[in-house]
Nanobody
Framework: QVQLVESGGGLVQPGGSLRLSCAAS????????MDWYRQAPGKQRESVAS???????NYADSVKGRFTISRDNAKNTVYLQMNSLKPEDTAVYYC???????????????WGQGTQVTVSS
C-alpha cells in the first residue's frame, strides 16, 4: 500500500519559482523511478522530470535548465524545484512512483492526486 501526496502548488507570476513536494507513505528507496508529470486543460499528460534509484535524472526539453528534481530519502519525499516559470507551465502536476517487475515480483505504478500550478500575471 502506497500513498503519494503532492503539495506546494499555487499561483505565481511569470519568472517566479515554486517547489513541489511529493510525500510517500513508504520508503522512496524502494522505487526504481519517481516522476513528475503535468497535465494542462485540454492536453495530454506529459512527463516533466524523472529521478532513478541510482540518482540519475531526466528532464523534458521544455523544462531543462529551469526545473530540478531531487529526493530526500530520510523524509520519503521527492521535490520539483521550478524556476523561471512561464505561463505555459500552468498545469496540474502529478507525482508518480514506479517499481519495475522482476523475475519474482510484479511491477507497480502509483499516482498522487496532483497539485495545481498557475503561472499568470
Amino acid at each position: 500500500q502506497v500513498q503519494l501526496v503532492e503539495s506546494g502548488g499555487g499561483l505565481v507570476q511569470p519568472g517566479g519559482s515554486l517547489r513541489l513536494s511529493c510525500a510517500a507513505s513508504g520508503s522512496i528507496s524502494s522505487f526504481n523511478r519517481m516522476d513528475w508529470y503535468r497535465q494542462a486543460p485540454g492536453k495530454q499528460r506529459e512527463s516533466v522530470a524523472s529521478i532513478y534509484s541510482t540518482g540519475s535524472t531526466n528532464y523534458a526539453d521544455s523544462v531543462k535548465g529551469r526545473f530540478t528534481i531531487s529526493r530526500d530519502n530520510a523524509k520519503n519525499t521527492v521535490y520539483l524545484q521550478m524556476n523561471s516559470l512561464k505561463p505555459e507551465d500552468t498545469a496540474v502536476y502529478y507525482c508518480n512512483a514506479v517499481i519495475l517487475s522482476t523475475m519474482f515480483t510484479r511491477g507497480y505504478d502509483y499516482w498522487g492526486q496532483g497539485t495545481q500550478v498557475t503561472v499568470s500575471s
